[in-house]
């Protein structure tokens, strides 16, 4: 787990508004939520009942519908 220490920006009433966190807990952040990402859209994928296409023939098909 990512150790967080919580700093707030706090309007005038005293409410927050705004965090500051340290960079390198920010790029962790960034990185876990990139492989949730990845790992939800692999399971929507899963999920969708399509039929897998192999990375080349993909891309051979990509490359054909942009000429």
Known sequence: ??????????DESGQPIAVLLDIEVYRQLLEAVEELESLQAYDEAKASGEVPVPLEEAIASIEKERS
């Open 1 to 10: 787990m990512i150790p967080v220490r919580e700093r707030f920006v706090v």
